[in-house]
């Protein structure tokens, strides 16, 4: 049986040992499966949009 190592979530900030990883950063199912389905009138939309902007910004740093 496989162990899962437990990374931190760019959104929540929660450490979760399932999720996807985009260049070099990690978000949680639970975080993907909030933002595919928040409308972009919903208020968390921006701050969805704010922590994924980190992901491009740590790589191009």
């Avoid at 959104?11 to 040992?17: D, E, L």
């Avoid at 909030?34 to 009138?41: K, L, N, P, R, S």
Wanted: charged share 25%; net charge negative.
């Amino acid at each position: 049986m496989e162990e899962c190592k437990e990374m931190s979530c760019i959104i929540c900030g929660q450490m979760k040992p399932h999720g996807i990883v985009i260049i070099s950063e990690f978000i949680c199912e639970n975080c993907e499966a909030e933002i595919v389905h928040t409308d972009v009138q919903d208020a968390k939309y921006p701050f969805f949009i704010h922590q994924l902007k980190q992901i491009w910004y740590r790589k191009n740093a």
